[in-house]
């Protein structure tokens, strides 16, 4: 069993106690990971503070290249972090629409090469006789980032580069359920940074809650479920941090009645399904239009069933759900619509162990008010909803605490273009959904999130600004 250690000041770093991280396919150890005591995120604080000024003062061009070598870093390793992904997370190395971990080690190097070219120019707002005021874009200091389990990697790279382009020196907790990629990757690149500029400190929620409490951690990038979020809200008072957070997400799709059926089925099946469903912005709330709506439930149906689900190590289409409690979450979720009268046309049983295996499953006539379509059940489960009249659609899809994501199907893409442009939400999709890209701005409204993430606005994220006046009388 390989040994892992975390990474503090450039130093390889073991701790006392250690937690199992364990193969979602197989229920096994998969490898033993440190557990950081606090006095280890004290150093690693320390470390990036102690950092904070010579990189900070670098020019942005320098950091730049440095990111750029890190991606050609995780390029050289890619196969190896394909294979540990794979391992802890569950994801097969192609997967369903070759959306598997390959994917998300592939968005690793798009993002780490956008976030090296991003820049934040000196703004000029005034300059006349009587002053030059200028707006400059500051890096605030230490930046703690704390990741979830579906998107170990990748989501670790739209925290850590933005905030290391701009200035900024980072301690990263992943999630303990999937600590690995994270660590070898921190090795990987360990001598591409000074040390202390990017620290990475594992162990379970109770380090997430000490880092949001760290009075010398200037910002919280966070990624992972709501009810987290709060907490982390109410922790960051204390010495107001500076937060982007990125929750859970219910997404709503409306299918009108002028859609080829055959044409988009198998596009709203793979962004529901796209990482078996573990994904904050997958379609998860399903409204057809009464006039198609067996014949897109037949669409779908066929499609779950010409699918496999295993081992991602044999890289099937979709692997098991990533850890024991997310499982029980999506079997209890479908018990539920069941015995509330709900139809289920293909799947709606855990596969028989060792992993945590459940079928894709579609399940129609279900109520708005089941668990299943009020939460988001971060599995492969989706809920498919009839409507009659599309004012009605909208509301439906608007009732929801959650504002991440939200899409319109139709053969006229100005019209939903006007419908979707009505979604409480933080991105409008148009004939897809779930597409995201390192240049556009990607972020919750609502309950699913604070802030954005990617391209400029990203960047802005982790700076304060400073205006610079210059009196010219
Ligand atoms: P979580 O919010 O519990 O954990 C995410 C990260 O936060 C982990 O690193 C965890 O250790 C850390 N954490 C936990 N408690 C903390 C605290 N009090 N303070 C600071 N950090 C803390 O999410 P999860 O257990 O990984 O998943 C639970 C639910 O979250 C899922 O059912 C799903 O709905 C949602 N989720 C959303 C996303 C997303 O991308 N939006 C990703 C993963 C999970």
Known sequence: ??????????????????????????????????????AHLDQAVAAARAAFPAWSARPG???????????KAIEEHQAELVSLLTLE??????????????????????WCHAAADLELPVE??????????????????????????????????WHVMPALRSGNTVVLKPSEYTPLTTLRFAEIINDLLPPGVFNVVTGDGGLGAAMTNHPDINKIVF????????????????????????????????????????AIAPKVFATAMFNNGQTCAALKRLYVHEDIYEEMCDALVALANSVTTADGSTDPDFGPVQNK????????????????????????????????????TIVADIDDDTRLVREEPFGPILPVMKFSDVE????????????????VWSGDPQKAAALASRLECGTAWVNTH??????????GSKESGIGVEFGRYGLEEYTNIQTVYISKT
Not at 1 to 26: L, R
Not at 61 to 71: F, S
Not at 94 to 106: L, V
Not at 400 to 406: F, I, K, N, R, V
């Open 1 to 38: 069993m390989s040994e892992y250690q975390m990474i503090i000041n450039g130093q390889k770093v073991a701790s006392d106690a250690t937690f199992p991280v364990i193969n979602p396919a197989t229920e096994e150890v998969a490898a033993q990971c440190p557990k950081a005591t606090e």
């Open 61 to 71: 061009a320098e950091r730049g290249a440095i990111i750029h070598e890190i991606g």
């Open 89 to 110: 997370q569950g994801k097969p190395g192609t997967g369903f629409a070759g959306m598997g971990a390959a994917f998300e080690i592939g968005g690793t190097l798009a």
């Open 124 to 157: 000029v707002i005034q300059d006349n006789d009587e002053a030059r005021i200028e707006v400059h874009r500051k890096p605030l200091g230490v930046v703690g980032s704390i990741t979830p389990w579906n998107f170990p990697l990748m989501i670790a790279i």
């Open 223 to 262: 990624t992972g479920s709501t009810a987290t979020g709060k907490k982390i809200m109410q922790n960051a008072s204390v010495n107001l941090k500076r937060l982007t957070l990125e929750l859970g997400g219910n997404d709503a799709a409306i299918v009108l009645p002028d859609v080829d059926v055959a």
């Open 325 to 360: 409690a997310q499982f029980a979450k999506v079997c209890a979720m479908a018990d539920e619509a069941r015995a509330s009268g709900a139809r289920f046309l293909t799947g709606g049983e855990p596969m028989p162990g060792p992993g945590y295996f459940y079928p894709v």
């Open 392 to 407: 009605d659609a909208l509301r439906r899809a608007n009732d929801s605490p959650s504002g991440l994501g939200g899409s």
């Open 434 to 443: 779930a597409m995201i890209q390192p240049d556009a701005p990607f972020g």
